[in-house]
Every structure is written in C-alpha cells, then in structure tokens.
T-cell receptor, first 111, second 113 residues
C-alpha cells in the first residue's frame, strides 16, 4: 500500500528558529510531491511543488528537498515566525495516479 | 484573479438524505479535484474531473459521485448520507491536472446528524 507519513505530528518552537519537517513515502515511483499549509478550518495553500526529476525547490524562507531513493522529503523553514503556525501537509502523487496525503505536522511558533 | 470558491460553506443534513456541493475553479482551470478531510482519516482523494470527464477516482463507495460542466464548474453529490460522511469537503483546481500546483477552495463543512 502506498503510504505517506509525517513526523513529528506536532512541533513547538520559539520564534526565529530554523526547523525541518519530514515526509516519508513507501514507494519511490512518484510523479511529484507537494507541500501545503492549512490554517484551522480553512483550505490548503500550496507552498512548494517538486517534480520527480527535481531535488529541491525554494520559495522565500522555505526550501523543500526530495530524495526518491530513500523515500523522503523535507521542508526547511528558516527564521520561523508566529505567522508560520499552521498544519503542514505533504501530498505525494504516485505514477499510478494515486494521490496520498500525510496526516500533517502541526507547527506552533511562539513569540 | 478570483480563487476557488465552494458553496455552501456549511451544511447540516440528516442520515439518509442526499447532498450536492458546488465548486467553481479559478478562471481558465480545467481540472477540478475533490477531497474529504476528517480527523480520523485525514485528507483523502475522491475524484478528479477534466473537461467534463472523470479522469481519476479514489477509493470511495458509489454513493459519492460528481460531475463537471462545460464551464469547468463541478458538483459533488453524496446520496444516502451516513454519520461518517461528516467532514470538510475540499475542492482544488489547476490548469490541466495533478502535475501542477493545486489551488484549494475554503471547503464545505458537512455535518450529518
């Protein structure tokens, strides 16, 4: 079964800290991987999309990496701010057109 | 450019009833996907429509169905509602499909009593 796992489930850090969120997947035959943030009761906002041929993508303070051979992706957030507090989800689109979401990491950045 | 809109935002139904949810994609987007989000199961893919055709389908019973119109607007229907159908239903749009960034709407929160 093609699973997506996110660890940790929750993370609390002081403002200004750099942090890494993890996403692992069970099958390396992926088409792409996307990171989203979700604020309470809201829809998802796309942060970064990494195609299977890419190793990383960057947007502002965010950097996402992809290692298909090890089945892992990381989302690096630099100089975290209270406004970064949200749940972060990764979604993997497998080559067989099966899309799977992780359960998310709930991030709290304390002022 | 207006974002993805979903109507209604909140809905309360009773078991056995049926419900129709609507999603209007970003102008120019032809792919619309539907997802169910619950505390227990997380986010699960329901189906994807492109140019009025269902292109991909998740593992949900036949009570869940959808359609897409020529203007790319999409509707999702759930018949014979069960308590377990209570969830946040999200739709997302993109220009041509999953190979691109997905833009999500705010969701419709359905409560089945």
């Amino acid at each position: 079964k093609q699973e997506v796992t996110q660890i940790p489930a929750a993370l609390s850090v002081p403002e200004g800290e750099n942090l890494v969120l993890n996403c692992s997947f069970t099958d390396s035959a992926i088409y792409n991987l996307q990171w989203f943030r979700q604020d309470p009761g809201k829809g998802l906002t796309s942060l970064l999309l990494i195609q299977s041929s890419q190793r990383e993508q960057t947007s502002g303070r965010l950097n996402a990496s992809l290692d298909k051979s090890s089945g892992r992706s990381t989302l690096y957030i630099a100089a975290s701010q209270p406004g970064d507090s949200a749940t972060y989800l990764c979604a993997v689109l497998y080559n067989n057109n099966d899309m799977r979401f992780g359960a998310g990491t709930r991030l709290t950045v304390k002022p | 450019k207006a974002g993805v809109t979903q109507t209604p935002r909140y809905l309360i139904k009773t078991r056995g009833q049926q419900v129709t949810l609507s999603c209007s994609p970003i102008s120019g987007h032809r792919s619309v996907s539907w997802y169910q989000q619950t505390p227990g199961q997380g986010l699960q893919f329901l189906f994807e429509y492109f140019s009025e055709t269902q292109r991909n389908k998740g593992n949900f019973p036949g009570r869940f169905s959808g359609r897409q119109f020529s203007n790319s607007r999409s509707e999702m229907n759930v018949s014979t509602l069960e308590l377990g159908d209570s969830a946040l239903y999200l739709c997302a749009s993109s220009l041509t499909g999953w190979g691109e960034t997905q833009y999500f709407g705010p969701g419709t929160r359905l409560l089945v009593l």
